[in-house]
Nanobody, 116 residues
Framework: QVQLLESGGGLVQAVGSLRLSCAASHTIFILRATAMGWYRQAPGQQRELVATIVNGGTTNYADSVKGRFTISRDRVQNTLNLQMNSLKPEDTAVYYC????????WGQGTQVTVSS
């Protein structure tokens, strides 16, 4: 069973930055993952893709975060990271880590709140 744990969320003012990290219960899962990503869900809205990275390193971003967010895999720490810069109030949401290895696995989420 793969367990994912997100960290790094919190309260930040607009134009500030936060860095989210996601660790797996066993590092082998991150090494074997076909793809990993970050998703978010704001109150009353559906969960949406923020950014993904596949095994070969190709990344994909939602248009709303392009140029502001950067997804990366730290192969030393065996974590998935999301650097979020120039944050906006509309980025406020619960952010979820996702790992795909034969099936989808989800973390419990971390709250990001951006004040104006």
């Amino acid at each position: 069973q793969v367990q994912l744990l997100e960290s790094g969320g919190g309260l930040v003012q607009a134009v500030g930055s936060l860095r989210l990290s996601c660790a797996a219960s066993h590092t082998i899962f991150i090494l074997r993952a076909t793809a990993m990503g970050w998703y978010r869900q704001a109150p009353g809205q559906q969960r949406e893709l923020v950014a993904t990275i596949v095994n070969g390193g190709t990344t994909n971003y939602a248009d709303s975060v392009k140029g502001r967010f950067t997804i990366s895999r730290d192969r030393v720490q065996n974590t998935l990271n999301l650097q979020m810069n120039s944050l906006k109030p509309e980025d406020t949401a619960v952010y979820y880590c996702n790992l795909f290895w034969t099936r989808n696995y989800w973390g419990q989420g971390t709250q990001v709140t951006v004040s104006s």
